[in-house]
């Protein structure tokens, strides 16, 4: 059964962001935190919608249990800061990097913190940051883990991040023939993403927008996290896999496919239906209460008894969110139950040195009943198998 | 007096990585450390040729002070790794993140360091990862420093990637009129970009490869961190400010330029030449030797003296490398002698509200007499007025 869902593309409200906000100041008190510092780019666009590159002037966001979130910036970043922000700050204002004495970074900081706090920190947190923080730090993601469940405002950006990446896909699709180059398929494909992004959002911040796409053709489909040279060339056969992703305005996601060109080799076969039930068993098991490392188990299982237990090189799934790749994970070792209003990747896969790579991904609501795919593209393997 | 470079367009040799791996030994004998740990993804570049963005699962070089250097990581990265190091490692490979109890990336790293060790960190490092590492955990930016001189084959990949941003900047002057939109620019002039990087290096790592091409117009050019809007146009007159940048396999560099279109308004002249003398004064002061706190102290006080003080909010310039922004720097706080062979910017600016932003900026190496301008534009007055 699915749920009627809404494209979203105006930036948060400020609103949306004091609700967050309040999350965060309701971790800090059932943890007993004085303040919580944020360097995290991620985390601190979570807040405040204003995003950047972390270079060696800092930028830290420290929140204090009640009161205006304190930003501390460089000179230079005001205005950009102003542009983007959606929520209210105070801004703590350093010259530069490095500075005359006195007048560094890190002085305007701790002026910031009281000595005797408690001041709960991220584990991304630099030691040279944790060093030059006044009080007791302790280390607690609080805003990674607020960011696991999304808000309603959050899952309408994140379908409408999907149908950027459903188009891309397509592109792919139609533009895949034997001898077409990789350069020229990623070139499609992210200029197809590009225009619909800045045609639905024409203020999209491209700080925080990325496209790409990418096919691994058979010889090298075994080896997922091998980038592709620019100028390998499709093959006729298969099992080729794409990979089409974009972080859209803030929030990523991601679509990949098995599929064939022309033809599918007949050591092909098996493994890609072994996939598909492997991938039809995970989706079986999604709905709010289920174990994620159950899903991931199971999978697991299911391809090891099938005699592909040698070709799992990877987890069954990811969490997405304003990254295309963070918590919660469908891993064994990761045991927490689904909850409504994550997003995760399903994406079970099984590698072969000499056939190939096998694996389908989507991004995937869960919902109360179970879950929605976000993403759309052929998935049988009449389906994936293209006329050339 | 100018030197004759050459352009480098190979990777590193096995002999250049030794050579570095051998700084990083030297440093941690002085500094009476067993091991190094590298974190940072442009330092584990630096010394294996291997380039990653840093996501869940992470990847950790451990120097031990002889052997070869172990490279932690996912099962995944493998074939990934071996398809770009240029050098020997040793891998420590773990299977997921999260994992089973006892098979996580840091139960396979525990084993890998002595409980008694003194283990050299990166100012960088994150909290959760130097919570997970045996031993006395002792700051000290070993990689960061080394990088700060170039070696003569850094030079050469710099002096090729400055070739890249020339054409760029070429690109972009030819193209900029007024009413062309930011987003019409930056695509001419990164293709530009592009294309002589894939002639000139077919086998780019594209995971160290990026292009920008921008301009600021006058409306906004006095706030030189606002990223523009994608759909701004260009003006007639001035001043407009180009940023053109790139990494190029693994090199990055910048130009950048004041300019104008059509006309010079009147009150753009005296900030102008005022700039263009601040930089003549700051140039005057490059060799080896030269305190760079004082350079950037020179340059403020002739700004400041001539009555622009109030306008200046950046230092005079920054160091380039295997990044576009890093150590040394051309400022204030930074007591350090400039030595043969760093690679610096130059760029004080002037940026007066309602008026705009005065700046060029270059790559530049210093040399043994003195430095030598690695990329090219056009520099006075007459030269940036652009007819229309």
């Known amino acids: 059964m699915s749920i009627k869902l809404k494209a979203i593309t105006n930036p948060p409200t400020w609103e949306e ?61 005001k205005g950009h800061f102003e542009s ?99 350069f020229a398929l990623y070139k499609e494909v992210t200029d197809a993403m590009t225009s619909k992004i800045v045609q639905d959002i024409p203020n999209a911040n491209f700080r925080a927008t990325e496209t790409t796409g990418a096919v691994w053709p058979p010889s090298i489909s075994h080896d997922p996290h091998l980038i592709p040279h620019i100028f390998t060339p499709m093959e006729e056969g ?66 090891t008894e099938k005699g592909y237990g040698d070709y799992i090189i990877h987890r069954t799934g990811h969490g997405l969110g304003i990254t295309g790749h963070e918590a919660p994970f469908l891993a064994e070792g990761y045991d927490r139950p689904l909850e409504k209003n994550m997003v995760i990747s399903v994406e079970p896969g099984i590698y072969i040195p000499g056939i190939g790579g096998f694996r389908h991904s989507d991004t995937v609501l869960i919902t109360e009943e179970g879950y929605q795919k976000l993403t759309k593209a052929p998935e049988t393997l009449e389906e994936v198998t293209i006329p050339i």
């Open 17 to 77: 962001l004091s609700i967050r906000l309040k999350k965060v100041r309701t971790l800090m008190k059932e943890q007993d935190l004085d303040y919580y510092i944020s360097f995290n780019p991620v985390n601190i666009y979570y807040l405040t919608n204003f995003a950047f590159y972390v270079h060696e002037r800092p930028f830290i966001l420290i929140i204090e249990k009640k009161g205006l979130p304190k930003m501390l910036i460089p000179r230079l970043e």
């Open 238 to 303: 298969g099992p080729h896999v794409s990979i089409v992703s974009a972080q859209v305005d803030g929030y990523g996601v991601e679509i990949e496919r098995s599929f064939f060109l022309g033809y599918v080799p007949e050591n092909a076969v098996k493994p890609f239906k072994i996939m598909l039930e492997a991938r039809a068993l995970a989706y079986n098991m999604l709905k709010p209460g289920a174990l994620m490392s159950k899903v991931d188990k199971a999978v697991r299982a299911f391809i």
């Open 84 to 182: 983007r922000a959606r929520c209210e700050l105070e801004f703590v204002i350093y010259y530069e990097f490095p500075a005359r004495s006195g007048e560094n970074w890190y002085d305007h900081y701790q002026k910031q913190i009281r000595y005797d706090a408690k001041v709960g920190i991220e584990s991304e947190l630099p030691i040279g940051i944790v060093n030059k923080t006044p009080g007791e730090p302790i280390v607690s993601d609080i805003i990674d883990e607020i960011r696991i469940v999304k808000t309603d405002y959050e899952v309408g950006r994140i379908y409408h991040a999907c149908r950027v990446v459903n188009k891309g896909h397509k592109v792919l699709l139609k533009k895949c023939r034997p001898r077409v180059l990789e």
